[in-house]
C-alpha cells in the first residue's frame, strides 16, 4: 500500500520529469506540502529519500534543490548500469520463471504499440521500460546487486525521460530488449550479458551533448531559485 511519503515521492518526480522543476530549483517543504494538500513531516522524508536516489541534492542550511546532471554524471550512470545489470542479465539466464519471461515478451509489445504512436511521451514510455529491467533485477536473485542496480536505474531513468532518445535510438532499444529476453528465454548467460551490456552502453551514446536540464520549462514562484 502506497504510503503518503510515496506519494510525495511520486509527485516531486513526475514534475520533475515534466520540466515543472527544473535543475537547480530549491524545493520549500511549505509549498510542496501546500500543493499536495499533506502534511510537513512525509514531505521532509520524501525530500531525504530523493536525495538518496539522486534526484534532489541537500544543500546545508538551505535545504533541497533538483539534481544539475552534467554530461559527465550521465556517462558515470550509464557506466555503472552496463557493469551492473549485464552481471544481473547473467545470473538471470538461469533463474528467470516463465511468468516473468511472459510479461518481458508483453513489455516488448507495448513498447513497439508506443514507438509506432506519434502521440507517445517520453515520460509514457518510461514506467515498460523500468518494468522490463526491474524483472532482470528480480530473477537475478541477489538483494546487494538489486539494491545497487535501483539506484542506478532510477538515475538512467530520469535522464532517458528528460531528455529522451532519437528516434532510430528508441527503436534500437526496443530490438535490444526483444533479443534480451530471447536469450534469457534460451538461458544463455553469455549472450544475454553481452547483449545487455551493449543496450545500456549504446543509449548514452544517443543522449543528446546538451546539457540536461537546459531545455527544461522555467517555474512561476515568488522566488526565482526557489519552490
Excluded at 536525495?51 to 534532489?56: A, I, N
Excluded at 539506484?151 to 526496443?174: M, P, Q, V
Excluded at 537546459?214 to 519552490?227: E, G
Aim: aromatic share 6%; with cysteine; net charge negative.
Amino acid at each position: 500500500m502506497e504510503t503518503v511519503t510515496d506519494h510525495v515521492c511520486t509527485a516531486v518526480r513526475q514534475r520533475i520529469l515534466r520540466g515543472d522543476f527544473a535543475s537547480g530549483l530549491f524545493l520549500r517543504e511549505d509549498t510542496l506540502a501546500k500543493s499536495l494538500g499533506v502534511s510537513i513531516t512525509p514531505v521532509q522524508e520524501a525530500l531525504r529519500r530523493l536525495s538518496v536516489d539522486g534526484w534532489l541534492e541537500s544543500i546545508p542550511y538551505r535545504g533541497f534543490r533538483v539534481f544539475n546532471w552534467t554530461q559527465e554524471d550521465i556517462q558515470d550512470t550509464f557506466e555503472v548500469r552496463a557493469l551492473l545489470e549485464s552481471q544481473a542479465a547473467r545470473r538471470a539466464a538461469s533463474r528467470i520463471r516463465p511468468p516473468q519471461l511472459r510479461r518481458m515478451a508483453e513489455i516488448v509489445a507495448e513498447e513497439q504499440a508506443m514507438f509506432e504512436d506519434i502521440k507517445a511521451t517520453h515520460c509514457e514510455q518510461t514506467p515498460p521500460n523500468i518494468e522490463f529491467h526491474e524483472i532482470i533485477m528480480a530473477a537475478a536473485g541477489s538483494r546487494r546487486l538489486q539494491r545497487a542496480l535501483e539506484a542506478a536505474l532510477r538515475g538512467a531513468g530520469y535522464i532517458r525521460s528528460t531528455y529522451g532518445l532519437s528516434h532510430a535510438a528508441i527503436e534500437k532499444a526496443i530490438k535490444d530488449h526483444s533479443a534480451i529476453q530471447a536469450a534469457l528465454a534460451a538461458a544463455d548467460a553469455d549472450l544475454a550479458e553481452a547483449l545487455m551490456y551493449d543496450h545500456i552502453i549504446s543509449v548514452v551514446r544517443n543522449l543528446p551533448e546538451s546539457e540536461p536540464g537546459a531545455n527544461a520549462k522555467s517555474v512561476t514562484t515568488p522566488s526565482a531559485d526557489n519552490y
